[in-house]
């Protein structure tokens, strides 16, 4: 089992759609959540990160973070064509004594918005 | 201003050759990441480096790769012998030191072992 899960979908949904992305995780030391964009042959760009449970908004992007059942989520409203790409989430282990960001991300969901 | 880049971005080899890729991180960030991103296993850790302080290498699948940075800036990813297994773009990041900075990744090197 990995340490954390994330549906590789496909996920196709036309414009103005809601969607919704979702990771699970298994280990509780994960402490700092983050989702990356990445379009096709380009790397990762952050999107939002967030480091405790609760909502998080920016502008139609809103990150969703519940510690007490490991479980992260990202919603687009208002999806755009523009939006289609991989998005991964990924978290950060807050370990005593460890000062560094080392990523472990899931597997990725690819999203396609059609006009 | 610039942000991460990386050399070549594509690389097709025959299997034994070692191959270099380079990374130029953003100016300014101490910390350095080498990640792997393949098909089956996903985006995955290799490297750390961060100023002056041993890097953390234990996400290096084997023995095969190795990574230096020189003098706190640019970094190479050697890999040597390779193998059908290794074809993958392999991604670096740069960020400040801090655990919550943001990472910065480049645009990968496409690597194929035939």
């Known amino acids: 089992q990995k340490e954390v899960e994330q549906d590789p979908g496909p996920l196709s949904v036309p414009e103005g759609a809601i969607v919704s992305l979702n990771c699970t995780y298994s280990?509780?030391?994960?402490?700092?959540f983050m989702w990356y964009r990445q379009y096709s042959r380009k790397g990762p760009e952050l999107l939002m990160y967030t480091y405790s449970s609760g909502n998080k908004e920016d502008g139609r992007f809103t990150a969703q973070v519940d510690k007490s059942s490991k479980y992260i989520s990202l919603f687009i409203r208002d999806s755009q064509p523009s939006d289609s790409a991989t998005y991964l989430c990924?978290?950060?282990?807050?370990?005593?004594?460890?000062?560094?960001?080392?990523?472990?991300f899931g597997q990725g969901t690819i999203l396609t918005v059609h006009p | 201003g610039a942000g991460v880049s990386q050399s070549p971005s594509n690389k097709v080899t025959e299997k034994g050759k070692d191959v270099e890729l380079r990374c130029d991180p953003i100016?300014?960030?101490?910390?350095l990441y080498w990640y792997r991103q393949s098909l089956g296993q996903g985006l995955e850790f290799l490297i750390y480096f961060q100023g002056n302080s041993a890097p953390d290498k234990s996400g290096l699948p084997s023995d095969r790769f190795s990574a230096e940075r020189t003098g706190g800036s640019v970094s190479t990813l050697t890999i040597q012998r390779t193998q059908q297994e290794d074809s993958a773009v392999y991604l670096c990041?740069?960020?400040?030191?801090?655990?919550?900075?943001?990472?910065?990744f480049g645009p990968g090197t496409r690597l194929l072992v035939l």
């Open positions: 100016s300014g960030h101490t910390a």
């Open positions: 280990n509780s030391a994960f402490q700092y």
């Open positions: 990924a978290m950060i282990f807050n370990a005593g004594g460890t000062s560094y960001g080392k990523l472990t």
């Open positions: 990041a740069s960020s400040r030191q801090g655990i919550q900075e943001t990472q910065y």
